[in-house]
């Protein structure tokens, strides 16, 4: 089945414990993203690649690191979490970044 | 940057009535998807739509490029169909994604 998965699906943390939230997608896309969800704010690009080793900073990249080591997989890393960084967050793949994109499951993240 | 504005931003009818939810944007772009959020959080896109009209099943769009705005049209509406709409642009020249606020629909039964 055709998917994209993340894990883990939801996460309490304390603040500066760093923590990583993976992405996998089997659809061999090149375009993947991250985005954060809240509530007032809508859904915000955290960081996109357009394929293997090409990452680029979204509207709120701060905070956040990522890697494209391989096509298939996309991790979000929070080197040291801070409460602000609470939100529900999704990653998303597509064939490149002009054709349609499909959302993981979603993280939900708690930063105490 | 690129500025995405959606109407109504909320919106309640009665099962099988039909609705027309309005994205603009404010510079010409790339690419517009529009994506249905349900009430359990998923993330569904229904339409890559950068312009033209598209249908499928009971929902279409129609993107008019040069005038910057798309609409989604939901007909004989379903209880399933409640949610949030959200469209989102990617403007020419880059690929950072935009969403619009989003339209919270609830339909009734």
């Given at each position: 089945e055709a998917q994209v998965t993340q894990n883990p699906r939801y996460l309490i943390t304390v603040t500066g414990k760093k923590l990583t939230v993976t992405c996998s997608q089997n659809m061999n896309h090149e375009y993947m993203s991250w985005y954060r969800q809240d509530p007032g704010l809508g859904l915000r690009q955290i960081y996109y690649s357009m394929n293997v080793e090409v990452t680029d900073k979204g509207d709120v990249p701060e905070g956040y690191k990522v890697s494209r080591k391989e096509k298939r997989n996309f991790p979000l890393i929070l080197e040291s979490p801070s409460p602000n960084q609470t939100s529900l967050y999704f990653c998303a793949s597509s064939l490149s970044a002009q054709e349609t994109q499909y959302f993981g499951p979603g993280t939900r993240l708690l930063v105490l | 940057g690129i500025q995405v504005e959606q109407s109504p931003p909320d919106l309640i009818l009665q099962e099988g009535a039909n609705s027309t939810l309005r994205c603009n944007f404010s510079d010409s772009v790339n690419n517009l998807q529009w994506f249905h959020q349900n009430p359990w959080g998923q993330l569904i896109n229904l339409f890559y739509i950068p312009s033209g009209t598209k249908q499928n099943g009971r929902l279409s769009a129609t993107t008019v490029a040069t005038e910057r705005y798309s609409l989604l049209y939901i007909s004989s509406?379903?209880?399933?169909?409640s949610g949030v709409y959200f469209c989102a642009v990617e403007g020419l020249g880059g690929q950072n994604f935009v969403f619009g606020p989003g339209t919270r629909l609830s339909v009734l039964p």
């Open positions: - | 509406s379903q209880t399933t169909d």
